[in-house]
């Protein structure tokens, strides 16, 4: 396994700021340290 898991609420988080709020995926990677591809997994 690489890197840390990322616990369920921020998965929420990144999912709800990504789909109600617009907020790009190269902004929300950034913010808490993850690949782009991992946002779109």
Not at 3 to 21: C, M, N, Q, R, V
Not at 25 to 34: D, F, H, P, T, W
């Amino acid at each position: 396994m690489k890197g840390k898991p990322t616990s369920p609420e921020i998965k929420a988080l990144i999912l709800k700021s990504f789909l109600d709020d617009g907020v790009p995926v190269s902004r929300l990677a950034i913010e808490y340290k993850l690949n782009p591809n991992t946002i779109y997994k």
